[in-house]
């Protein structure tokens, strides 16, 4: 179903340089269709995306990085503040309880049926919004898939939620390429002095894998065409790109 209504601020956090998470409530819901029938059920695939209005008639697409949570009808996105960004500005300014209108979700980056293949997850800077919450999503799940995710920056002050990223599941193994920190080998056993691609180029991914990728249209071009050099089926990766 697709809704439209009004989400109330519960908090907001920096999560990352110039990078904040917003939590909000469904304060009041309809459906999009139909906007005289009230409905009382919000929810979502993981991986999709809502529409918010910020400011008059400007309306701004964020990936949702929460997991769907009918009880509380909460949300939460992650949205990189922008010098002179009409939307992040206007989210960064908002106070507890300021409302949004919002219209989803939408979108098809959602995670497959098939549960005999590897997650992998790649990602850099707020692309991480859907893939967290599609790895939480399936660390919930009655059998979780074995998940990898393949996380980007320029150093530690890009990668978003790393206070918690090793919380996230037990499923989870991680790889940080932090390409301009030349000291990122000290940080985690899990961190490099690299792209994400070389994490692809030296194959830390088993056979059976499905590839799953979100951020700027640059960096899901170029681990695009590495699976691809890699003979990675087209029906094994699947993409969101950032404007």
Request: charge should be neutral.
């Amino acid at each position: 179903m697709l809704y439209q209504g009004t989400l109330k601020l519960l908090e907001t956090k920096t999560v990352a340089r110039e990078t904040i998470s917003l939590k909000f409530r469904v304060s009041s819901l309809s459906d999009l269709k139909n906007v005289a029938a009230n409905v009382s059920d919000w929810d979502f695939a993981p991986g999709q995306f809502v529409s918010l209005e910020c400011g008059e008639k400007i309306w701004r697409a964020y990936s949702i990085a929460s997991v769907p949570d009918t009880k509380n009808q909460t949300l939460e996105l992650v949205v990189r503040v922008v010098p002179n960004g009409k939307g992040s500005n206007f989210l960064n300014e908002l106070k507890p309880n300021d409302p949004v209108n919002f219209k989803g979700p939408f979108g098809h980056f959602q995670l497959s049926e098939n549960k005999e293949r590897t997650l992998i997850f790649c990602g850099t800077g707020t692309g991480i919004a859907p893939l967290r919450s599609m790895i939480l999503a399936e660390a919930q799940s009655q059998n979780p898939r074995a998940m990898i995710v393949l996380y980007g920056g320029r150093d530690t002050g890009d990668i978003a939620y790393l206070d918690e990223i090793e919380s996230w599941s037990k499923n989870l193994t991680i790889h940080l390429g932090l390409s301009r920190d030349p000291e990122a080998n000290n940080f985690k056993p899990y961190a490099q002095n690299t792209r994400i691609t070389q994490f692809l180029e030296d194959k830390v991914y088993p056979q059976n894998s499905e590839f799953y990728i979100c951020g700027n249209g640059d960096m899901v071009k170029s681990v695009q065409e590495t699976l691809e050099s890699q003979s990675i089926g087209k029906e094994k990766i699947f993409m969101e790109r950032f404007n």
